[in-house]
């Protein structure tokens, strides 16, 4: 018997738990612990299976985790769940083990991890209070609640009269800064009180944060970013940071968190929300010490409260315009943000890289699940024995291809161009043309693809023909090439012909001071520092950006103890 749900609430999420010889100990395992706000839900065929998931469907309760013990009545967990799948697209699948039978099933749980078939894999406590069960449990829930799957919380609302570009802009920007929001419409009950308010002619979307009377109507993305932290006249007009970070991806996060952790009044701003390109990755599987991965979003909201707690400040949605080297008090830098300035005595460029995108919207919901924009080189060995795709005909998508040729059965190289030779160096061409596992195909381009999560097809269309193949495939890695963010740094911060910056022992040896080069991170303007993607020769992952930061602490003390002195 399901649960009724009054009229006016909010339908209670679900936990499906399927199983045979050990389904009821899980189902007593979680009732204990997720009973009160979860339903427990434990089918016993196939049949009534079905009939359940239909029935929840019809009555748009949303299944929160699907739980499926290793092997249910003789069909393998995964198999079960790719099969359910589309009645609960955003379930996240579960696959629990007995003790006994632990050892042997890692190996084909952890190749159905990477292949993107399932979300986690437990042992079964083996008593009560396994907490490590528990944490596991409880991210996946969080997880699931935070990618816009489900919300209880009322958080911010939104009054709008249906999608619009707006609409979609604000719902991102409050969504990568972890902030619950909700969408009414004009005649609802909290339309009809906040248009009452702000007038009935106010343009939509019209915004309400919680406990909060004012009303935002289409607010910028200066407007929300001040909402939180306020506008860069909040600094104070004469005031001087110790540290200014331009950007706040991994690499100016890492850098904030380390700064004001040992005492440098440090200021981040960024012209989006908080969290940079990895804050928009949906899973990141290769950061240390996050065995079953971290969404992008949850890491950089992490670094983010982590380095509020130890009192850097942020400034969000306002876009960095330029740098007056030395144009401050005592030497400092002057930051313009538009009309608007900040001072540092020191600043952090961690701008990242634009990577190109594909715009295949039902790729874009595939990355990190057989969609990689770069190499992604920690997924060769997903890849084995199977049919991958590469797009992009540059040199970087030609080492891919080489790469991935090691491992997977086949690699097909699609390039826009008629060939590959205005576009790759000649000893990578001839490198791909005596590989028998590399295929080049000119002239083609990605028009759709999909799968049951995690890519299984592809839509390619040959550009002189316009005719549309359906081809299967397990790997899709996209190198269409990053464009560096900084136009806005003077030409006194050398760059290279691309428009990175360079640092350390790569600037040009004629600003070098007493024929040294200066330190790593270092550019050729003192107390300007560079970190993350936007580094010339940056290897373009969350880990070493997140390093570079942190390392630039070191050199921004030996700065400021210099100017002082
Ligand atoms: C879809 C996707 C998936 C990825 N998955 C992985 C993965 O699984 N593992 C992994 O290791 N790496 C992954 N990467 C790469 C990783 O995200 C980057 O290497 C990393 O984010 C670089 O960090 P960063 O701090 O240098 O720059 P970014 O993360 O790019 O952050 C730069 C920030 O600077 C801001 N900014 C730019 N210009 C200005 C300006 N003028 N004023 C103010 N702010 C500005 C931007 O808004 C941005 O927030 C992925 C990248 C993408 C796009």
């Known amino acids: 018997m399901m649960r009724v749900t009054p009229p006016g609430t909010r339908p209670t999420p679900v936990i499906l738990v399927l199983g045979s010889d050990f389904r009821q100990a899980m189902v007593d395992v979680l009732t204990q612990r997720y009973g009160r706000e979860y339903e427990i839900l434990a089918p016993s065929s196939m049949e009534e299976t079905i009939e359940v998931l239909t029935e929840l469907r019809t009555g748009q309760r949303p299944v929160a985790l699907a739980a499926c013990e290793f092997f249910a009545g ?20 579960l696959v629990y083990v007995p003790a006994q039978r632990f050892r042997g099933a890692v190996r084909q749980l952890h190749e159905s991890l990477a292949e993107g078939r399932l979300d986690l894999y437990l042992m079964l406590p083996q008593g009560p209070r396994d907490e490590e069960f528990h944490t596991a449990i409880a991210e996946t829930l969080s997880d699931w609640a935070q990618s816009g799957s489900y919300s209880e919380i009322d958080g911010t609302r939104i009054i709008a009269d249906g999608p619009s570009p707006d609409l979609a802009r604000i719902r991102d920007f409050l969504d990568r800064m972890g902030l619950p929001n909700t969408v009414h419409a004009p005649d609802s009950p909290a339309g009809v009180a906040a248009l009452a308010v702000a007038g009935p002619d106010t343009p939509l979307p019209l915004l309400q944060a919680p406990n909060d009377d004012s009303l935002l109507s289409n607010p910028s993305n200066a407007d929300l970013g001040a909402v939180l932290y306020g506008r860069p006249t909040d600094i104070g007009e004469d005031a001087v940071c110790d540290l200014v970070v331009v950007g706040a991806g991994p690499a100016g996060l890492a850098a904030a968190v380390y700064a004001a952790s040992e005492g440098l009044d440090t200021l981040v701003i960024d012209q989006g929300p908080i969290g940079g390109q990895a804050g928009t990755s949906s899973m990141i599987r290769n950061y240390l010490g996050f065995p079953r991965g971290i969404s992008g979003m949850r890491l950089a909201q992490r670094a983010r409260s982590q380095a509020v707690r130890f009192g850097a400040r942020f400034l969000a949605g306002q876009e960095v315009t330029g740098l007056r080297l030395g144009g401050g008090p005592e030497g400092s830098h002057v930051i313009e943000l538009g009309e608007e300035t900040v001072r540092g005595r020191s600043v952090l460029i961690a701008t990242g890289v634009d990577y190109r995108r594909l715009g295949v919207e039902a790729l874009e919901g595939l990355v ?70 590399v295929t080049v195909r000119p002239r083609t381009m990605v028009t759709d693809g999909g799968g049951e999560g995690h890519l299984e097809w592809l839509n390619l269309r040959d550009l002189d023909s316009g005719d549309d193949e359906r081809v299967d495939a397990a790997g899709l890695y996209l190198l269409l090439g990053a464009q560096p963010t900084c136009q806005w740094l003077p030409t006194d911060v050398a760059r290279d012909e691309r428009g990175f910056v360079l640092s350390g022992a790569d600037t040009p040896w004629q600003s070098w001071q007493g024929g040294r080069p200066p330190a790593p991170y270092a550019t050729t303007v003192p107390g300007v520092f560079v970190a993350g993607d936007i580094r010339c020769g940056s290897m373009k992952r969350v880990a070493s950006a997140s390093g570079e930061g942190a390392g630039v602490v070191p050199l921004v003390h030996a700065h400021l103890a210099s100017v002082a002195n």
């Open 74 to 93: 003789g069909e393998k967990a995964t198999h079960l769940l790719a099969k359910l799948q589309k009645f609960m697209p955003s379930a996240r699948r």
């Open 368 to 437: 990190g699940r057989g969609v990689n924009y770069g190499a992604a080189v920690s997924t060769s060995r997903e890849v084995k024995h199977k049919r991958v795709f590469v797009v992009g005909g540059g040199n970087s998508a030609g080492q891919a291809a080489v790469h991935l040729s090691r491992f997977a059965q086949h690699v097909t190289m699609l390039v826009r161009r008629g060939d590959l030779a205005s576009s790759m160096s000649s000893y990578l061409i001839r490198e791909i043309e005596g590989n028998p596992r």
